[in-house]
């Protein structure tokens, strides 16, 4: 066995906040020793302050980190800044994408990401036509979190319309395969590794007809995981009303997509019998709110979807913010605006859908906690800052920020310490560097 070992001073272990936890790391990155010790080994890393098992961002659209900063000057809705979103994506090519997704990996690393599930629909050239390698822009985002040093489930995503009844055009020629055959052997040829899984993503049920669904199930990886864009905008809710009678969570129970391995990325407008039939699936859901918040999108019905039967994750989407800590904060402040009452998720449930349920999510069962078996990924933070000083420990995600992350070990390994990458040096320079590039 190896024997590299860290020391935490209090780790948040399943059966919650503990003393002194030494945790040791296989060859595998897998931890074969969770123990209590009252003082740090010979030869162990310290980790101070509080530790947390490593996080999950469950949904990301890494090529959307370019607009941060670029979109607020003239107001407008979720449907004015897909229009700016359209134009960047116009500018990407396997390289610059390899470029802008390896910095923000790397941000997310800083930020204690071990694990990214990557919502992946920018498949192809400008006009539509395949690259030489046709999953080039997947096998750039492969290489970017390789070299970030997290994991990624690559959802790999089927977009076939430019809304209900209407054929792709401009920018969404990028996006789309033409049949979901086609998408399905275009997946089939993408490869899992040590750290990647291969996923699939319905993008919507505006950009998947309702008659293609089920080919879209038939067609995903067996046993991965399904992601899907759902009611993130009432006017996504109405179209679906007017075409096909049914609400957009109905069509996909109706096609067979609702499963334990589904997963309903924001879930923003439901009704009633929508959260009954997400509970009953056993489906999950990924809310992202700070994404939410930043496009005026809504606050989802996120205790009323857990009292249902389904388990939450979280993603930072857009990356307006990259920051699980305040996505987790964030999720229940918005169950208190909607209840008007506070502690609508206790500290433990915000950590459980910022870690093993995202994990989970993402195809990686088991991960997410601090235990033996589990990819030994470590997320410390300093609880002498000042914002976390005082602080209860067991609280500290209701306090604490990513700027107070000290150390954050992914798969055994030290990625991050202090705010630098330990491989990739200054993730605002590498931010910087491909972000400005883009836009010039």
Known sequence: MSNTAYWCERAWLPTGIADGVLVRAGEDGRAWEVSRVDTPPLGAHRLHGVVL????????????????????????????WRQGMYALAERLDPDSYLELARAVYAEMALAGVSCV???HYLHHAPGGAPYADPNAMGEALREAAADAGIRLTLLDTCYLAGGIGEEL???QLRFGDGTP????GRVAALREDDTTRIGAAIHSVRAVPRDALADVVAGAPAERPLHVHLSEQPAENEACLAAYGRTPTAVLHDAGVLSPRTTAVHATHLTEHDIELLG???S???FCPTTEGDLADGIGPARDLVDAGCRLSLGSDQHAVLDPLQEARALEHGARMRSHRRGCFSPDELLRAATSDGHDSLGWAGDGRIAVGAHCDLVAVRTDTPRTAGALPEQILLAAAAADIDTVVVGGRVVARQGRHETLGEVGRLLAEAIEG???
């Open 181 to 184: 055959q086609a998408w399905a």
């Open 169 to 171: 055009a401009d920018t």
């Open 53 to 80: 098992p490593g996080f999950a961002n469950a949904h990301s659209h890494a090529f959307h980190r370019a607009l941060r900063g670029r979109t607020h000057g003239g107001g407008g809705t979720f449907w004015t």
């Open 117 to 119: 599930g990557e919502f």
């Open 438 to 440: 883009l836009w010039r």
């Open 280 to 282: 009953s699936a056993g």
């Open 284 to 286: 999950m859901a990924c």
